[in-house]
């Protein structure tokens, strides 16, 4: 423990006797004081150092188990999480986001982070991570990125602007993996689609069958029979109908 710290743990009002009795003394000296009253005052004085050695040191513990807990949520959390200088270069993420690139994380760190943006959405991401560099920014964008094995995901980047760092400037990332959620998506809008050609191709057909209908229908009056078919509602006039 350093000076500082004695004193800063030292009794205040023990302190203050003390000084006030050295000041007090003769021409500045210490008063000539019983061998056993100083031996018994250091052995007050290192139980109480050593009780305050004893609280440090358990301030310690709980200050490692707090960080220890911190570091697990921070690195197996359910996304991942990034922080960006402000040249873009990845200062810090956790083994969630290491792990959405494949990567280790000592191959991840100190990269840009648009090294690894896909060559279409590059424009995207720089003027996503313009937009959150700004004070008191945050922004959303979803885009491709690539894996170490060349492989290309689908991520949301949910980022905020932080006043942290050596230059005063960081932003923070919350990236998520949203592949199944856009395979989904183009599932059903190739699903859609095909029903919409479906649903043309119905429409189509049944006009083709009303079409065929009149002309049964004006083949059978032509001949003085009744026609088969009941059509008035694709007879009428276009201002009769609803």
Known sequence: MNPSDEKKYAEPSLRAAAETQIDNAPG?????????????ELQVHQVELEMQNEALRQKQIELEASRDRYVDLYDFAPVGYLTLTADGTIDEINLTAATLFGMKRKDVLHRRFTSLVTAEDQSRWMTHFLNVSAPDSKG???LSVQRGDGT??????DSRHAGVGADGTAVRITLTDV?????AEAALLQRNEELERFNRAAVDRELAMI?????????????????????DFADAPPNDLP
Do not use: W
């Open 211 to 231: 079409d065929l209908k009149r002309q049964v229908n004006a083949l059978s009056r032509e001949l003085g029979r009744t026609p088969p078919f009941a059509l």
């Open 179 to 183: 592949s199944l959620r856009k395979s």
């Open 152 to 157: 290309v995901f689908q991520t949301r980047l």
């Open 140 to 142: 959303s964008v979803e």
């Open 28 to 40: 500045g000296e210490m008063p000539v004081r019983p061998i056993d009253e100083l031996l018994h």
